[in-house]
Structure formats: structure tokens, C-alpha cells
């Protein structure tokens, strides 16, 4: 399987956990943070065109290879509105606190360094650091609430960002490359541990009542 499909693949198993998370949602059985899903669905348009202003090819087999490439985070755009906008009436009843304010704030301050900047690589730094404020609060929520996540959406989730992994073209250093493997590899591991903290909450629930 080429790399090209295996990203578009990855993309595609990403929409079927948010598609999971949303239906929970509804379901009442899932209650994400209000706060953390409307910065990540701005966050998430910032970062995608910032790994594009790396390099997306010259030629139309470049250009295919690098929209393929990204369409993981593509997915999250769609996928992290549909949550944002079903958290309206289905989300976690807390009202914004001091730590939503200083995500949001700390989020905001990241992309305004991104458009201020013009070393490609610097925005694309700054676009993971405003995602990341962005998912402190579901992983606040994960860590203290994990009842109110649903783990089969993170677990293929992460599942998601593996495949990405394997989507990658070339893995360098070098300003060209980066963006192709850095936003995966920052998605493993934030959300492998918004996994870690769901099971520890299960395990703990399990062993305790």
C-alpha cells in the first residue's frame, strides 16, 4: 500500500472516532470539554496551513503527496468542529474556569506569534503548541473526569496516528520534511496519554466500587 492511501486511510479511521465520539455525545454517554474543542477546531486550520507554507511540492504528484499527507489533520478540522458544535448542548456542564481562560489565552498567544513569524518552521512550532493549550482541558478532563470520555474513540484514534506514521515520506530534520512527521508524532503521544488516563480511570473505578 502506498503511502499516499495509508495517509488518506489514516484520515479516514480519524473521522470514524470522531463519528464514535460525536454519536456518544448525543448518546449522553460522552461530555468533552466545551472549551478545549472550539480552540483546537481554529487551532487545527492554523496548523495544517502552516505545514503547507513548508513545502507542498511543485509538481501535481507532490502536491497529491502532501495534501494525502496531512489529511489526518484535515480530518481533525472536521472532525474537532463536529464535536465543538455538538458540545453546544451535549458538553460538560462546568462553566469556563480560570484553566479554560488560560488554554484559550495561552492558545491565542501561540497563533499570534505564528502570524508574526516568518520562519515556516517556527509557525509550525507555534501551531503544536496552540493545539496542545487547546487539548489541555480533555486532558484535564480525561485525567479527572474520565467517565466523561469514551476511550474506543481515543483508542482508534491513536490507531489513527500510528498509520499516519506510516504515511510519512521522508523522515529528516530538515525544514522540508519536518512538518510531514512532526504533527503524527505529537498526536501519539498526547493522545496515547488521554488513553492512558481513561484506563486509569476505569482500572481504578473497577477496583474500588
Not at 62 to 78: E, G, N, Q
Not at 85 to 93: E, Q
Amino acid at each position: 500500500m502506498g503511502k499516499e492511501i495509508i495517509g488518506v486511510v489514516a484520515g479516514g479511521v480519524s473521522l470514524i472516532a470522531y463519528g464514535i465520539y460525536i454519536y456518544t455525545i448525543w448518546w449522553g454517554k460522552t461530555k468533552p470539554s466545551r472549551s478545549s474543542w472550539w480552540i483546537l477546531s481554529i487551532v487545527w486550520t492554523i496548523v495544517l496551513f502552516s505545514s503547507f507554507s513548508l513545502s507542498i511540492g511543485e509538481t501535481e504528484q507532490a502536491k497529491w503527496a502532501a495534501v494525502t499527507s496531512r489529511w489526518l489533520s484535515i480530518s481533525y478540522i472536521i472532525g474537532s468542529l463536529g464535536v465543538a458544535v455538538s458540545s453546544i448542548w451535549r458538553g460538560a456542564s462546568q462553566r469556563w474556569k480560570r484553566f479554560d481562560y488560560f488554554c484559550a489565552s495561552s492558545a491565542g498567544f501561540a497563533l499570534f506569534l505564528y502570524f508574526f513569524t516568518n520562519n515556516p518552521l517556527a509557525s509550525l512550532i507555534f501551531g503544536i503548541l496552540a493545539d496542545f493549550f487547546g487539548l489541555l482541558p480533555t486532558i484535564k478532563n480525561a485525567q479527572k473526569h474520565p467517565e466523561q470520555e469514551n476511550l474506543l474513540s481515543w483508542v482508534i484514534t491513536v490507531i489513527s496516528c500510528i498509520l499516519a506514521l506510516f504515511a510519512v515520506s521522508k523522515w529528516s530534520f530538515s525544514v522540508e520534511y519536518m512538518s510531514d512527521w512532526s504533527i503524527p508524532v505529537y498526536l501519539t503521544v498526547v493522545d496515547l496519554l488521554i488513553v492512558i488516563f481513561i484506563l486509569r480511570g476505569i482500572i481504578y473505578s473497577k477496583r474500588y466500587n
